[in-house]
Structures are given as C-alpha cells and as structure tokens.
C-alpha cells in the first residue's frame, strides 16, 4: 500500500492495479436482449414468467410498492405471514422467517447464534455468505475438506467439549455443483452434539420430490435443524428464509440483527413468491424438463470430450483452470450471442477457473446445440 497511508485516492488506485495485474478484475455488463442465459440461477424459468409479473403488480398494489418498515415496526404484512407459511410447508418444518436477501439470512442466522466460543464447521468450498456470517459473530470456521465426511468427523473429535458446535454445509455447491451428502452430515453432526445449518439455496425448486429441495421433507428439522432456503434462484423472485424450529425462529426474531434492522421485503416480491409456489406445485413437468435439459447437455458433452465437473444438477462448470483461458472462452462465446459465467479466484481456488454453464427449463434444443457447437469449436482451438 501507499507510503501515505491515509491517501484514499492512492489506495483505491493501489488496490485496482493489483487486481487488474492479477488478471481478476471484474467487469459489469448490462444484458442485453438476445443473449441467451446460460449464466443465471433461474432454474424453472420462472423471473419472466407473466403470472408473477401479475402477481407483484397486484400485491404491490393491495399492499403497496414497499413494506414501510421492518418486520418488528409496522412491516410485517398479511402477505409475508402468509408466504412464511407456505415456505415452512414446503420443506416440512413447524416455521420460517423471510429475509431480505439470501447473503443477510446467512449473515442474520449466523450472528444470532454463534459467539466467540462457538465452534463453527464449515465445508471448504462453502458459499462467501456463511463465512462472513460466523465472522460476523466473532467466531472462528474450521474449514473441512469438501464433502469430506471423514474430516469434519475428525475436526469434531478434536473440538473442546465443553461449547456449542454448529455444521454448515450448502445443499448445492454454487460454484462447482455437487450436492452434500445430508445424511452423513447429519449423522456426524448428532453424533458429536453439533447443530447442522444446510445452506439449499441451488437445491430449493429443483431437487427433492416436491422441488423443496435437497433437505426437505426428506430429512426433518430433527436431522437438519436449521435450513435456509434463497427466493432468488428457481423461484424466479428474491428474498430467503431460514426455517426451523419455533424456539430456532423466536431467537432469530430476538436476536438476529440482519433480521432486525432492516426493511422487510416489498409485498409484491411476497405476492410474486407465492405465485412462483403456486406454479411449482401445479407444473412438476417444469422439474423434468430441466432434468432432460441436463441429461441431454451432459450426454452431448461427454460425446465432446469437453472436461465438465461431476454434477447432476443445472450448475454445470466447466473447469479450464487458467483464468486468461476462462476470459477468451467466456468472451467468445458472448460473441455468438451466449452468457456463460466466467469464475475465477478468488471465488474459486486458484487453478480452477472455469466457465460456470447453467441450464434451465426453458432452454431450447436449438440453444443447447448452439452452446456445444461453440464449446466444441473452443476447444478444438487448442490452449488459448
Ligand atoms: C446465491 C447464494 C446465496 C445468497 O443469496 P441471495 O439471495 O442472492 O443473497 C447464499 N448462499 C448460496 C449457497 C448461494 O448460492
């Protein structure tokens, strides 16, 4: 850094330059129409969807275009009671809170239970909003290899007996696609005293045999006591929640100060939410075109040699390791009218820089054979 350490000019420009030589600088583009989206997480096809589009407008206009304030001043709305009810049914459990977004339920769930003596366990490859949770209760994550049963069981044993302990794992890797093994995690877990928080953000809408995910109704709240859940992905809105327990949600209410202190969600985002449950319940068939997606995709790849990551899911990266290599790929494909995601350190470890393809209910044959074509013709061009 700077000589003149308090020179803010210095410091930003400072921090820019290492970036960029770093080759990870990031760039904003707005999207433009046209392109198809093999890089977003609406998995069902449902943010365009015109009923939820209707569903906001007239929620908006029941409720108004904002809540007004948070949940424990005046904004607490019929709407939000009736959404937090629908979500707790979905993936089978007594209750659940709305946050505002999926970063500030892991944040707000995190701080409201650890402290500086908990003792937090987390997978490797766990999503940014989880680490800065625990962080942001002073207390420190032990790491376990990723999806490594045998060294969370190992960290476990070694922990000191006498504090709380907390598992937590996503449901679905975000970056690499994988899903957690719940049930060993939830073994473990009871085995050693240790709460278990799953994160299912990419799983909620899309896995389980009800869309309600990787957790679900298929492991209780006995097995997984804290589930949180993202709005943003397969149900096509925004917002999350966390479901759990009465006792798990009356000290969120109590303690959690990302719940606390903050706005609760606009109504018609609420009203828009339980128009996207509405359609998942009613249209399975979106869940088994997305899976046919995948199955085609993967199928297609794997005739292409193409060096696609291990996942069932519509999170499918493509590992190319060099950044540079990533940014030419991403880029020229952008060229032929297709978003991919282009993932480099520090969001992924070093050397695993890699296109993050995701796919959808909605995406046609034709865009599928588009995108391996291109794939294919990239990959045929060698090292660059
Ligand atoms: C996207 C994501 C979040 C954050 O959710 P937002 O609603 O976008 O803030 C949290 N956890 C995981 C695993 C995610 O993929």
């Known amino acids: 850094m700077s000589s003149t350490p308090h020179a803010w000019p210095e410091r930003l420009s400072e921090a820019a330059a290492w970036r960029r030589a770093q080759g990870l600088w990031r760039e ?114 032990r790491r376990f290899h990723h999806r490594d049963l045998d060294d969370l069981d190992r960290l476990l044993g070694r922990a000191p007996g006498d504090s709380a302990r907390l598992v937590v794992s996503d449901g679905v890797f975000s970056m690499d696609g994988d899903v957690a093994n719940i049930g060993g995690l939830a073994e473990i877990s009871a085995r050693h005293g240790a709460w278990l928080m799953i994160d299912d953000a990419h799983g909620l809408g899309v896995l389980g045999a009800h869309g309600d995910g990787c957790v679900g109704r298929a492991h209780g709240v006995d097995r997984v006591p804290i589930l949180v859940g993202t709005l943003g992905k397969a149900l096509g809105t925004g917002g999350a929640f966390v479901a759990g327990s009465e006792a798990l949600i009356e000290h969120l209410i109590q303690f959690s100060r990302p719940y606390v202190y903050t706005t609760a969600q606009p109504p018609g985002v609420a009203a828009a939410t339980l128009a996207a449950l509405d359609i998942l319940a009613a249209e399975p068939e979106r869940r088994e075109r997305l899976r046919d997606t995948i199955a085609y995709f993967r199928h297609e790849a794997a005739l292409l040699n193409l060096p696609l990551a291990d996942s069932f899911t519509p999170i499918q990266p493509l590992i190319l390791g060099d950044s540079q290599r990533v940014l030419h790929w991403a880029d020229q494909l952008r060229r032929t009218g297709l978003l991919v995601g282009a993932i480099r350190p520090p969001t992924v470890p070093h050397g695993e820089a890699r296109l993050r393809i995701t796919l959808r209910a909605t995406h046609g044959r034709e865009s599928l054979d588009h995108l391996l074509e291109n794939l294919a013709r990239l990959q045929g061009e060698g090292t660059n």
């Open 28 to 141: 904003r583009r707005t999207f433009q129409a046209g392109l198809v989206d093999f890089a977003g997480n609406d998995y069902l096809g449902l943010a365009g969807d015109p009923r939820l589009a209707e569903a906001q407008a007239a929620g908006a206009r029941a409720f108004g275009a904002g809540a007004g304030a948070s949940h424990l001043v005046s904004g607490h709305l019929e709407v939000h009671e009736a959404l937090e009810r629908r979500l707790a049914e979905l993936v089978g459990r007594p209750r659940a809170l709305l946050f505002s977004t999926g970063y500030m339920a892991n944040l707000g769930t995190l701080q409201a239970l650890c402290d500086n003596h908990t003792q937090v366990f987390q997978d490797r490859l766990n999503h940014a909003s989880l680490l800065d949770g625990a962080g942001l209760a002073g207390a420190r994550s």
